[in-house]
């Protein structure tokens, strides 16, 4: 009873949080212009707040910080230093994606700001010590100071850039990750034994504060994340790591999103073009501009496709066949991205 009183507590504090922070970052962007005007790469019909982004941020650091004064059992010794370094990390990057909402950073200085965040999660022992074996299901002896701290960083910069792309449709981005944090939660709190109930805390305030983003963000939008959406991949990136390594969660769920960041990157490489600037040639954009979809189509169609595999991490624990799983998505990914091209080629 104790624990679902602590469930209900911090996801309600989280949600009711960003419901409320939502409208005030609508008028902050209005106030101060930190707008997205129409026909930007988003094509926008009207100007739209771009600092949406902050609610979840604030839902997510007050869920988290009422889950520290639940009764809940708890495990890891290193928790607190853990959260510390999550809302440290947390408000860095928030910072930055507030900064390139104003200034229009570049590539670079978006970079180091994304590595800053990452060193601060190491510094906070928020760090990939080991895998577990798919073909045995043991865990990897630990790796040495250098390959933890590049995985990490990898990882971490990595999770932020993918959420920041996938941000291009209405609910896209923020429907996602919340599917991501209700597995993280689920997979902590019932799939894990023993559970971790206060690591399970932590994907649940992110889900709270993602439901109250997301009423005002889904088709038709009325707030955009903005530049906030690099604080939302450092958030299931770290959570992916805390309580040990739930890569493989994430790497289901965000699959799709996953290798349309690297398909891309490779086409603009070929291309000759900038990999690290934005256009249109995301998977999501594609669907949307060929008028195969509507943005509210194209949403419940990503939702569906990460909810199915997400799905699948919960219902074995076997690492052999979570790696199969994975391999078909990705085989999956392919033949429709082929598809789709050669589609539009023959258009």
């Given at each position: 009873m104790?624990?679902l009183?602590?469930?209900?507590?911090?996801?309600?504090?989280?949600?009711?949080?960003?419901?409320?922070?939502?409208p005030?970052?609508?008028?902050?962007?209005?106030?101060?212009?930190?707008?997205?005007?129409?026909?930007?790469?988003?094509?926008?019909?009207?100007?739209?707040?771009?600092l949406?982004?902050?609610?979840?941020?604030?839902?997510?650091?007050?869920?988290?910080?009422l889950?520290?004064?639940?009764?809940?059992?708890?495990?890891?010794?290193?928790?607190?230093?853990?959260?510390?370094?999550?809302?440290?990390?947390?408000?860095?990057?928030?910072?930055?994606?507030?900064?390139?909402?104003?200034?229009?950073?570049?590539?670079m200085?978006?970079?180091?700001?994304?590595?800053?965040?990452?060193?601060?999660?190491?510094?906070?022992?928020?760090?990939?010590?080991?895998?577990?074996?798919?073909?045995?299901?043991?865990?990897?002896?630990?790796?040495?100071?250098?390959?933890?701290?590049?995985?990490?960083?990898?990882?971490l910069?990595?999770?932020?850039?993918?959420?920041?792309l996938?941000?291009?449709?209405?609910?896209?981005?923020?429907?996602i990750?919340?599917?991501?944090?209700?597995?993280?939660?689920?997979?902590?709190?019932?799939a894990?034994?023993?559970?971790?109930?206060?690591?399970?805390?932590?994907?649940?305030?992110?889900?709270?504060a993602?439901?109250g983003?997301?009423?005002?963000?889904?088709?038709?939008?009325?707030?955009?994340?903005?530049?906030?959406?690099?604080?939302?991949?450092?958030?299931?990136?770290?959570?992916?790591?805390?309580?040990?390594?739930?890569?493989?969660?994430?790497?289901?769920?965000?699959?799709?999103?996953?290798?349309?960041?690297?398909?891309?990157?490779?086409?603009?490489?070929?291309?000759?073009?900038?990999?690290?600037?934005?256009?249109?040639?995301?998977?999501?954009?594609?669907?949307?501009?060929?008028?195969?979809?509507?943005?509210?189509?194209?949403?419940?169609?990503?939702?569906?496709?990460?909810?199915?595999?997400?799905?699948?991490?919960?219902?074995?624990?076997?690492?052999?066949?979570k790696?199969?799983?994975?391999?078909?998505?990705?085989?999956?990914?392919?033949?429709?991205?082929?598809?789709?091209?050669?589609?539009?080629?023959?258009?």
């Amino acid at each position: 009873m104790l624990t679902l009183f602590a469930f209900a507590i911090v996801f309600n504090a989280a949600l009711a949080t960003a419901l409320l922070a939502v409208p005030l970052a609508r008028r902050l962007s209005f106030r101060f212009g930190i707008i997205s005007m129409p026909g930007g790469r988003r094509q926008e019909p009207t100007p739209m707040a771009k600092l949406g982004g902050l609610a979840i941020f604030l839902g997510f650091t007050v869920g988290i910080i009422l889950a520290q004064f639940v009764v809940v059992q708890r495990q890891d010794p290193n928790e607190v230093i853990r959260l510390s370094g999550l809302l440290v990390g947390g408000a860095v990057i928030t910072a930055l994606g507030v900064a390139d909402d104003i200034l229009d950073l570049n590539y670079m200085q978006i970079f180091l700001g994304q590595a800053l965040t990452s060193a601060i999660a190491i510094a906070f022992q928020i760090f990939i010590e080991f895998f577990n074996n798919p073909l045995t299901g043991a865990q990897t002896d630990p790796w040495s100071p250098v390959i933890t701290v590049a995985l990490t960083l990898f990882w971490l910069v990595l999770m932020m850039n993918t959420v920041n792309l996938l941000d291009g449709s209405d609910g896209l981005a923020a429907g996602i990750a919340l599917i991501a944090s209700i597995v993280l939660f689920i997979n902590s709190a019932f799939a894990q034994q023993p559970a971790q109930t206060s690591v399970s805390l932590l994907p649940l305030a992110l889900t709270g504060a993602l439901l109250g983003f997301l009423i005002h963000n889904f088709y038709p939008a009325r707030v955009y994340m903005g530049g906030s959406a690099w604080f939302l991949g450092y958030a299931l990136g770290a959570l992916s790591i805390i309580g040990g390594a739930k890569m493989a969660t994430i790497l289901l769920v965000m699959g799709l999103p996953l290798m349309d960041l690297g398909w891309q990157m490779v086409n603009r490489l070929r291309h000759g073009n900038n990999p690290f600037r934005g256009d249109r040639g995301h998977l999501h954009f594609r669907l949307l501009d060929s008028g195969r979809l509507t943005p509210r189509q194209l949403a419940l169609s990503y939702y569906g496709f990460c909810a199915f595999f997400g799905l699948l991490t919960l219902v074995t624990a076997s690492e052999l066949f979570k790696f199969i799983a994975f391999a078909v998505m990705l085989i999956c990914i392919a033949i429709g991205f082929i598809a789709l091209g050669s589609s539009s080629a023959l258009d």
